[in-house]
Protein backbone atom coordinates (compact mmCIF):
# COMPACT_ATOMS: atom_id res chain seq x y z
CA UNK A 1 0.00 0.00 0.00
CA UNK A 2 1.54 3.36 -0.94
CA UNK A 3 1.73 5.99 1.61
CA UNK A 4 -0.30 9.13 1.02
CA UNK A 5 1.87 12.04 -0.23
CA UNK A 6 1.36 15.18 1.65
CA UNK A 7 -1.14 17.13 -0.63
CA UNK A 8 -0.52 21.06 -1.31
CA UNK A 9 -3.13 23.32 -0.21
CA UNK A 10 -6.23 23.69 -2.79
CA UNK A 11 -6.95 26.96 -3.75
CA UNK A 12 -10.03 28.34 -3.43
CA UNK A 13 -9.90 31.91 -2.77
CA UNK A 14 -8.05 34.80 -4.14
CA UNK A 15 -6.64 38.02 -2.53
CA UNK A 16 -5.99 41.04 -4.76
CA UNK A 17 -3.16 43.11 -2.94
CA UNK A 18 -2.27 46.58 -2.85
CA UNK A 19 0.80 47.82 -1.05
CA UNK A 20 1.36 51.37 0.23
CA UNK A 21 4.56 53.22 1.29
CA UNK A 22 8.32 52.49 1.34
CA UNK A 23 9.97 49.36 0.88
CA UNK A 24 9.98 48.26 4.39
CA UNK A 25 6.48 47.86 4.16
CA UNK A 26 6.58 46.32 1.00
CA UNK A 27 8.48 43.23 2.52
CA UNK A 28 5.37 42.71 5.10
CA UNK A 29 3.36 42.71 1.44
CA UNK A 30 5.64 39.99 0.38
CA UNK A 31 5.45 37.68 3.92
CA UNK A 32 1.85 38.35 3.71
CA UNK A 33 1.36 36.91 0.05
CA UNK A 34 3.63 34.28 1.34
CA UNK A 35 1.36 33.62 3.81
CA UNK A 36 -1.51 32.68 2.27
CA UNK A 37 -0.32 31.01 -0.33
CA UNK A 38 1.41 28.74 1.76
CA UNK A 39 -2.31 28.65 3.83
CA UNK A 40 -4.36 27.78 0.69
CA UNK A 41 -5.17 31.34 -0.27
CA UNK A 42 -4.28 32.23 -4.87
CA UNK A 43 -2.76 35.68 -5.55
CA UNK A 44 -4.20 37.05 -8.44
CA UNK A 45 -3.70 40.48 -9.95
CA UNK A 46 -7.37 41.37 -10.58
CA UNK A 47 -9.36 42.66 -8.27
CA UNK A 48 -12.74 41.29 -10.49
CA UNK A 49 -10.99 37.58 -9.66
CA UNK A 50 -10.65 38.44 -5.83
CA UNK A 51 -12.36 37.21 -3.08
CA UNK A 52 -10.14 39.94 -0.77
CA UNK A 53 -9.45 43.01 -1.01
CA UNK A 54 -6.24 43.35 0.67
CA UNK A 55 -4.28 46.59 1.55
CA UNK A 56 -1.21 47.16 3.48
CA UNK A 57 -1.14 50.83 4.76
CA UNK A 58 1.37 53.17 5.26
CA UNK A 59 0.50 56.03 7.74
CA UNK A 60 3.92 57.86 8.27
CA UNK A 61 2.44 61.34 7.46
CA UNK A 62 -0.99 63.10 6.23
CA UNK A 63 -0.71 62.32 2.47
CA UNK A 64 0.02 58.45 3.16
CA UNK A 65 -3.24 58.16 5.41
CA UNK A 66 -4.86 60.17 2.55
CA UNK A 67 -4.08 57.62 -0.08
CA UNK A 68 -4.60 54.36 2.59
CA UNK A 69 -8.28 56.41 2.62
CA UNK A 70 -8.61 56.85 -1.24
CA UNK A 71 -7.60 52.96 -1.37
CA UNK A 72 -9.86 52.32 1.27
CA UNK A 73 -12.90 53.62 -0.38
CA UNK A 74 -11.90 51.86 -4.08
CA UNK A 75 -12.05 48.51 -1.87
CA UNK A 76 -16.06 49.60 -0.76
CA UNK A 77 -16.71 50.12 -3.80
CA UNK A 78 -15.67 46.66 -4.94
CA UNK A 79 -16.97 44.65 -2.37
CA UNK A 80 -20.46 46.58 -3.01
CA UNK A 81 -20.76 44.80 -7.02
CA UNK A 82 -20.66 41.39 -4.00
CA UNK A 83 -21.62 41.50 -0.85
CA UNK A 84 -22.13 38.40 -0.55
CA UNK A 85 -19.02 37.04 -1.76
CA UNK A 86 -16.50 39.92 -0.76
CA UNK A 87 -14.29 40.72 1.72
CA UNK A 88 -11.72 43.69 2.50
CA UNK A 89 -8.62 43.28 5.09
CA UNK A 90 -6.78 46.29 6.38
CA UNK A 91 -3.46 45.53 7.83
CA UNK A 92 -0.21 47.31 8.41
CA UNK A 93 0.99 51.03 9.69
CA UNK A 94 -2.54 52.39 9.61
CA UNK A 95 -3.91 50.24 11.97
CA UNK A 96 -1.03 50.68 14.34
CA UNK A 97 -1.29 54.93 14.23
CA UNK A 98 -5.01 54.79 14.16
CA UNK A 99 -5.29 54.53 17.88
CA UNK A 100 -8.58 56.46 17.83
CA UNK A 101 -10.04 54.06 15.25
CA UNK A 102 -11.44 56.59 13.54
CA UNK A 103 -10.51 54.65 9.98
CA UNK A 104 -12.64 52.26 11.52
CA UNK A 105 -15.28 54.00 12.36
CA UNK A 106 -15.26 55.99 8.81
CA UNK A 107 -15.51 51.89 7.25
CA UNK A 108 -17.95 49.75 8.50
CA UNK A 109 -17.74 47.79 5.02
CA UNK A 110 -14.10 46.79 6.27
CA UNK A 111 -14.13 43.08 7.12
CA UNK A 112 -10.46 43.09 9.23
CA UNK A 113 -8.37 45.56 10.88
CA UNK A 114 -4.74 44.02 11.24
CA UNK A 115 -1.92 45.28 13.22
CA UNK A 116 1.71 44.46 12.24
CA UNK A 117 1.76 41.80 14.98
CA UNK A 118 -0.92 39.80 13.20
CA UNK A 119 1.06 39.35 10.31
CA UNK A 120 1.48 35.89 10.72
CA UNK A 121 -2.29 34.86 11.52
CA UNK A 122 -3.82 36.99 8.79
CA UNK A 123 -4.18 33.81 6.24
CA UNK A 124 -6.65 32.16 9.80
CA UNK A 125 -7.72 35.52 10.22
CA UNK A 126 -9.37 35.65 6.74
CA UNK A 127 -10.51 32.11 6.80
CA UNK A 128 -12.29 32.52 10.03
CA UNK A 129 -14.27 34.79 8.14
CA UNK A 130 -15.46 32.22 5.92
CA UNK A 131 -16.56 29.98 8.49
CA UNK A 132 -18.81 32.05 11.01
CA UNK A 133 -20.60 35.20 10.64
CA UNK A 134 -18.77 38.42 9.69
CA UNK A 135 -20.37 40.13 12.82
CA UNK A 136 -18.98 37.65 14.82
CA UNK A 137 -15.21 38.24 13.88
CA UNK A 138 -12.71 40.35 16.55
CA UNK A 139 -12.54 42.75 13.28
CA UNK A 140 -9.66 45.09 15.10
CA UNK A 141 -6.64 43.83 16.30
CA UNK A 142 -3.52 46.00 17.29
CA UNK A 143 -0.74 45.70 19.67
CA UNK A 144 0.37 48.69 21.43
CA UNK A 145 4.36 48.23 21.07
CA UNK A 146 4.71 45.67 18.06
CA UNK A 147 7.47 43.52 18.00
CA UNK A 148 6.99 41.32 14.68
CA UNK A 149 9.96 40.59 12.68
CA UNK A 150 10.15 37.86 9.94
CA UNK A 151 13.35 35.38 9.48
CA UNK A 152 14.61 32.90 6.89
CA UNK A 153 11.86 30.46 7.58
CA UNK A 154 9.28 32.48 7.47
CA UNK A 155 7.20 32.01 3.72
CA UNK A 156 7.59 35.25 1.48
CA UNK A 157 6.26 35.93 -2.33
CA UNK A 158 9.12 38.03 -3.50
CA UNK A 159 7.32 41.06 -5.65
CA UNK A 160 9.95 42.63 -7.31
CA UNK A 161 12.04 41.94 -10.19
CA UNK A 162 13.84 38.68 -9.70
CA UNK A 163 16.99 40.00 -9.26
CA UNK A 164 16.38 42.26 -6.61
CA UNK A 165 15.42 41.41 -3.38
CA UNK A 166 14.90 43.91 -0.36
CA UNK A 167 16.19 42.40 2.92
CA UNK A 168 14.45 43.65 6.45
CA UNK A 169 17.46 43.19 8.83
CA UNK A 170 15.75 45.59 12.10
CA UNK A 171 12.51 46.92 12.68
CA UNK A 172 11.24 49.61 14.46
CA UNK A 173 13.26 52.72 15.99
CA UNK A 174 15.17 54.20 19.09
CA UNK A 175 16.12 57.34 17.37
CA UNK A 176 12.63 59.29 18.75
CA UNK A 177 13.60 62.38 16.36
CA UNK A 178 11.13 65.06 17.17
CA UNK A 179 8.59 64.88 14.04
CA UNK A 180 8.60 61.17 13.65
CA UNK A 181 5.74 58.91 14.68
CA UNK A 182 7.61 55.72 13.80
CA UNK A 183 8.44 54.15 17.24
CA UNK A 184 4.82 54.82 18.04
CA UNK A 185 3.83 53.07 15.32
CA UNK A 186 6.77 50.26 14.48
CA UNK A 187 7.55 49.92 18.14
CA UNK A 188 11.82 50.17 19.38
CA UNK A 189 14.27 48.65 17.99
CA UNK A 190 13.94 45.07 16.99
CA UNK A 191 17.10 43.49 14.92
CA UNK A 192 17.41 39.94 13.41
CA UNK A 193 20.26 37.99 13.64
CA UNK A 194 23.13 37.84 11.41
CA UNK A 195 22.93 34.44 11.18
CA UNK A 196 19.03 34.31 10.18
CA UNK A 197 19.59 36.99 7.43
CA UNK A 198 22.68 35.26 6.34
CA UNK A 199 20.81 31.98 5.74
CA UNK A 200 18.17 34.68 3.70
CA UNK A 201 21.07 35.94 1.87
CA UNK A 202 21.96 32.98 0.79
CA UNK A 203 19.11 30.97 -0.59
CA UNK A 204 18.34 34.78 -2.45
CA UNK A 205 22.10 34.02 -3.91
CA UNK A 206 21.01 30.74 -5.09
CA UNK A 207 17.78 31.91 -6.84
CA UNK A 208 20.00 34.23 -8.91
CA UNK A 209 19.44 37.71 -6.38
CA UNK A 210 21.73 40.35 -8.08
CA UNK A 211 20.67 43.31 -6.01
CA UNK A 212 20.12 42.60 -2.29
CA UNK A 213 18.92 45.58 -0.61
CA UNK A 214 19.76 45.96 3.47
CA UNK A 215 16.66 47.75 4.61
CA UNK A 216 15.90 49.25 8.22
CA UNK A 217 14.32 52.49 9.47
CA UNK A 218 18.25 52.88 10.45
CA UNK A 219 20.67 50.20 9.16
CA UNK A 220 23.41 51.92 11.27
CA UNK A 221 21.67 51.18 14.70
CA UNK A 222 21.72 47.58 13.35
CA UNK A 223 22.49 45.30 16.92
CA UNK A 224 22.24 48.18 19.31
CA UNK A 225 19.16 46.36 20.91
CA UNK A 226 20.87 43.76 21.48
CA UNK A 227 24.75 44.99 23.11
CA UNK A 228 27.35 42.46 24.28
CA UNK A 229 25.73 40.08 21.61
CA UNK A 230 28.70 41.52 19.11
CA UNK A 231 26.79 41.57 16.34
CA UNK A 232 26.59 45.08 14.32
CA UNK A 233 26.28 46.12 10.94
CA UNK A 234 30.45 46.04 10.39
CA UNK A 235 29.88 42.38 11.12
CA UNK A 236 26.85 42.17 9.39
CA UNK A 237 28.72 43.35 6.13
CA UNK A 238 31.63 41.30 6.46
CA UNK A 239 29.49 38.01 6.79
CA UNK A 240 27.19 38.94 3.76
CA UNK A 241 30.39 39.90 1.52
CA UNK A 242 31.95 36.31 2.20
CA UNK A 243 30.12 34.92 -0.74
CA UNK A 244 30.92 34.12 -4.25
CA UNK A 245 29.93 35.42 -7.15
CA UNK A 246 28.71 38.85 -8.86
CA UNK A 247 25.91 40.46 -6.88
CA UNK A 248 25.53 44.11 -5.02
CA UNK A 249 24.62 45.21 -1.51
CA UNK A 250 22.71 48.33 -1.43
CA UNK A 251 22.30 50.17 2.10
CA UNK A 252 18.83 51.62 3.02
CA UNK A 253 18.99 54.02 5.21
CA UNK A 254 21.69 55.31 7.71
CA UNK A 255 21.82 58.03 10.16
CA UNK A 256 24.46 60.02 10.78
CA UNK A 257 24.68 59.50 14.39
CA UNK A 258 25.46 56.10 14.12
CA UNK A 259 28.48 56.11 12.33
CA UNK A 260 31.87 55.26 12.86
CA UNK A 261 35.74 54.64 11.35
CA UNK A 262 35.09 50.70 11.53
CA UNK A 263 32.14 50.86 10.04
CA UNK A 264 33.24 53.14 6.87
CA UNK A 265 36.21 50.87 7.09
CA UNK A 266 34.27 48.16 6.23
CA UNK A 267 31.84 49.63 3.62
CA UNK A 268 35.21 50.91 1.79
CA UNK A 269 36.86 47.13 2.01
CA UNK A 270 34.22 45.32 0.82
CA UNK A 271 33.45 44.08 -2.47
CA UNK A 272 30.09 43.80 -2.78
CA UNK A 273 28.70 46.58 -0.29
CA UNK A 274 28.17 49.40 -3.31
CA UNK A 275 29.87 53.21 -2.36
CA UNK A 276 26.38 54.39 -2.01
CA UNK A 277 24.91 56.08 1.27
CA UNK A 278 21.01 56.96 1.85
CA UNK A 279 21.73 59.04 5.02
CA UNK A 280 18.48 61.44 5.55
CA UNK A 281 20.72 64.55 7.15
CA UNK A 282 17.13 66.69 7.72
CA UNK A 283 18.98 69.48 8.13
CA UNK A 284 22.11 71.46 8.84
CA UNK A 285 21.13 74.44 10.83
CA UNK A 286 22.29 73.73 14.64
CA UNK A 287 19.23 74.84 15.95
CA UNK A 288 17.11 73.14 13.82
CA UNK A 289 18.52 70.15 14.47
CA UNK A 290 18.86 70.22 18.34
CA UNK A 291 14.82 70.70 18.01
CA UNK A 292 14.46 68.16 15.50
CA UNK A 293 16.10 65.50 18.15
CA UNK A 294 18.86 64.36 15.66
CA UNK A 295 21.92 63.86 18.26
CA UNK A 296 23.66 65.31 15.82
CA UNK A 297 25.71 68.80 14.83
CA UNK A 298 26.29 70.76 11.98
CA UNK A 299 30.17 70.33 11.98
CA UNK A 300 29.72 66.26 12.83
CA UNK A 301 27.53 66.45 9.39
CA UNK A 302 30.28 67.79 7.14
CA UNK A 303 33.14 65.96 9.06
CA UNK A 304 31.32 63.03 8.14
CA UNK A 305 30.54 63.95 4.73
CA UNK A 306 34.37 64.46 4.12
CA UNK A 307 35.44 61.24 5.78
CA UNK A 308 32.92 59.16 3.59
CA UNK A 309 34.12 61.29 0.42
CA UNK A 310 37.85 60.69 1.30
CA UNK A 311 37.39 56.44 2.42
CA UNK A 312 35.30 55.44 -0.05
CA UNK A 313 36.14 56.79 -3.28
CA UNK A 314 33.30 57.51 -6.11
CA UNK A 315 30.62 57.50 -3.10
CA UNK A 316 26.95 58.57 -3.87
CA UNK A 317 25.17 60.16 -1.14
CA UNK A 318 21.93 60.49 -1.55
CA UNK A 319 20.02 62.55 0.92
CA UNK A 320 16.58 63.89 2.63
CA UNK A 321 15.86 67.51 3.78
CA UNK A 322 12.48 68.73 5.97
CA UNK A 323 11.39 72.05 5.54
CA UNK A 324 9.43 74.56 7.46
CA UNK A 325 10.03 72.61 11.22
CA UNK A 326 8.61 74.73 14.22
CA UNK A 327 11.58 77.72 14.54
CA UNK A 328 12.74 77.26 10.67
CA UNK A 329 12.94 80.96 9.80
CA UNK A 330 14.65 82.81 7.07
CA UNK A 331 18.12 82.88 7.87
CA UNK A 332 17.89 78.73 9.73
CA UNK A 333 16.38 77.89 5.49
CA UNK A 334 19.49 80.00 3.73
CA UNK A 335 21.79 78.01 5.49
CA UNK A 336 20.11 74.98 4.38
CA UNK A 337 19.55 76.19 0.76
CA UNK A 338 24.01 76.99 1.04
CA UNK A 339 24.71 73.55 2.43
CA UNK A 340 22.60 72.21 -0.59
CA UNK A 341 24.87 73.90 -3.38
CA UNK A 342 28.03 73.40 -1.30
CA UNK A 343 27.84 69.95 -0.64
CA UNK A 344 26.49 69.26 -4.57
CA UNK A 345 24.65 65.38 -3.40
CA UNK A 346 24.03 63.22 -6.02
CA UNK A 347 20.28 62.34 -4.96
CA UNK A 348 18.07 65.06 -2.38
CA UNK A 349 14.85 64.52 -1.94
CA UNK A 350 13.03 66.99 0.41
CA UNK A 351 9.40 67.07 2.05
CA UNK A 352 7.62 70.07 3.68
CA UNK A 353 7.37 69.58 7.54
CA UNK A 354 3.19 67.81 8.51
CA UNK A 355 2.96 67.89 12.40
CA UNK A 356 2.45 64.30 13.70
CA UNK A 357 -0.14 64.49 16.41
CA UNK A 358 1.58 63.06 19.49
CA UNK A 359 5.26 64.12 18.39
CA UNK A 360 7.19 66.76 20.57
CA UNK A 361 7.64 68.73 17.88
CA UNK A 362 3.44 69.19 17.19
CA UNK A 363 3.49 71.05 20.16
CA UNK A 364 6.54 73.81 19.40
CA UNK A 365 6.12 77.07 19.03
CA UNK A 366 7.26 79.20 16.22
CA UNK A 367 5.07 77.26 13.29
CA UNK A 368 5.72 77.91 9.62
CA UNK A 369 2.85 77.30 7.64
CA UNK A 370 2.44 74.56 4.92
CA UNK A 371 2.16 76.65 2.29
CA UNK A 372 6.06 78.21 3.13
CA UNK A 373 7.49 74.89 4.31
CA UNK A 374 6.43 73.26 0.87
CA UNK A 375 7.50 76.38 -0.98
CA UNK A 376 11.22 76.26 0.43
CA UNK A 377 10.86 72.37 0.06
CA UNK A 378 10.16 73.55 -4.12
CA UNK A 379 12.92 75.70 -3.87
CA UNK A 380 15.67 72.93 -2.31
CA UNK A 381 14.36 70.76 -5.33
CA UNK A 382 14.70 72.85 -7.87
CA UNK A 383 18.58 73.84 -6.73
CA UNK A 384 18.95 70.03 -6.96
CA UNK A 385 17.41 69.98 -10.39
CA UNK A 386 20.43 71.69 -11.66
CA UNK A 387 23.19 70.30 -9.44
CA UNK A 388 21.55 66.74 -10.67
CA UNK A 389 21.85 67.75 -14.33
CA UNK A 390 25.05 69.13 -14.17
CA UNK A 391 26.31 66.07 -12.49
CA UNK A 392 24.59 63.67 -14.79
CA UNK A 393 26.35 65.55 -17.97
CA UNK A 394 29.63 64.98 -16.35
CA UNK A 395 29.22 61.46 -16.64
CA UNK A 396 29.28 61.41 -20.72
CA UNK A 397 31.66 59.25 -22.26
CA UNK A 398 32.02 57.23 -19.12
CA UNK A 399 31.19 53.85 -18.48
CA UNK A 400 29.38 51.66 -15.46
CA UNK A 401 28.79 48.17 -14.65
CA UNK A 402 24.47 48.58 -15.09
CA UNK A 403 22.22 46.08 -13.50
CA UNK A 404 19.56 45.45 -16.13
CA UNK A 405 16.23 45.81 -14.94
CA UNK A 406 14.23 45.04 -18.10
CA UNK A 407 14.67 45.27 -22.07
CA UNK A 408 12.26 46.34 -24.23
CA UNK A 409 12.92 45.18 -27.99
CA UNK A 410 15.42 48.18 -28.84
CA UNK A 411 16.41 49.35 -25.75
CA UNK A 412 16.58 48.84 -21.96
CA UNK A 413 16.39 50.15 -18.55
CA UNK A 414 19.26 49.80 -15.90
CA UNK A 415 20.52 51.05 -13.33
CA UNK A 416 24.44 52.43 -11.61
CA UNK A 417 25.71 51.98 -8.75
CA UNK A 418 24.72 55.47 -7.89
CA UNK A 419 20.63 54.56 -8.15
CA UNK A 420 18.50 52.58 -5.68
CA UNK A 421 15.47 51.24 -7.91
CA UNK A 422 12.53 53.40 -7.97
CA UNK A 423 14.10 56.11 -5.78
CA UNK A 424 16.87 57.42 -8.40
CA UNK A 425 17.81 57.76 -11.43
CA UNK A 426 17.62 55.07 -14.51
CA UNK A 427 19.78 54.49 -17.75
CA UNK A 428 18.06 54.29 -21.05
CA UNK A 429 20.35 51.69 -23.03
CA UNK A 430 19.75 51.26 -26.68
CA UNK A 431 20.11 47.84 -27.64
CA UNK A 432 22.24 46.41 -30.63
CA UNK A 433 22.85 43.20 -29.87
CA UNK A 434 21.84 40.32 -27.01
CA UNK A 435 21.44 42.16 -23.63
CA UNK A 436 19.88 40.35 -20.31
CA UNK A 437 17.50 41.54 -17.97
CA UNK A 438 18.65 40.69 -14.34
CA UNK A 439 22.41 41.10 -15.86
CA UNK A 440 25.25 43.38 -15.47
CA UNK A 441 26.45 44.66 -18.58
CA UNK A 442 29.26 47.40 -18.95
CA UNK A 443 27.36 50.32 -20.76
CA UNK A 444 28.74 53.92 -21.36
CA UNK A 445 26.83 56.68 -21.01
CA UNK A 446 26.21 59.14 -23.80
CA UNK A 447 23.92 61.89 -22.57
CA UNK A 448 21.90 62.79 -19.83
CA UNK A 449 18.71 64.35 -18.64
CA UNK A 450 18.13 66.01 -15.11
CA UNK A 451 16.74 62.54 -13.27
CA UNK A 452 17.48 60.34 -16.72
CA UNK A 453 21.19 58.69 -18.34
CA UNK A 454 21.19 57.50 -22.09
CA UNK A 455 24.47 54.73 -22.60
CA UNK A 456 24.74 52.05 -25.16
CA UNK A 457 26.51 48.56 -24.72
CA UNK A 458 30.42 49.06 -24.06
CA UNK A 459 32.78 46.83 -26.11
CA UNK A 460 34.69 45.97 -23.03
CA UNK A 461 32.45 42.96 -20.97
CA UNK A 462 30.54 42.98 -18.27
CA UNK A 463 31.60 41.95 -14.51
Given at each position: ?K??????????????????GC??N??D??????S????????????D?A???M?N????????R??????????????????????????G?????????????????????SG???????????????E???E????F???EV???????????????L??I???????????C????S?P?????????????????????L??D?????L????????????K???????G???E????????????????????T?????A??A?RH?????D????H????I????????T????R?L????????????????????L???G????????????E??FH??G?????????????D??????A????KR????????????LKR??????K???V???S?N????????????????N?????????IDAG?????T???A????L?????????L
Open positions: MKNKKSSPVISRNVYIVSLPKFVTEVLAGLLVSGWGITMDPEDVFITCAFIPPAEEAREVISEAVDWKKANLKKRRILVCCLIQWDKKETFKADFPEVDLWIDQIPNVAARLNSLYKPVDAVNLRTPKYIYNEQTPRLKLTNHAYVKIAEGCDNCAYCISIRGCLHSRTIASIKKEVSDLSATKELIIAQDVTAFGHDRGSGETLVLIRLDSFDGDYWIRLLYTHPAHFDELIDIAAVLPYIMPLQISDGLRRMGRKVSAQITLDKLRAKIPGIAIRTTFITGPGEDAEFKELEEFVKQKRVVFGYYPEPGTPAAMEDRVSEIAEAGKIMDLQAKISNKSLAGTFDIVDVGDYAVGRTYMDAPEIDEVIIAVDRDEFSRIITGDVYEEGEIAEETH
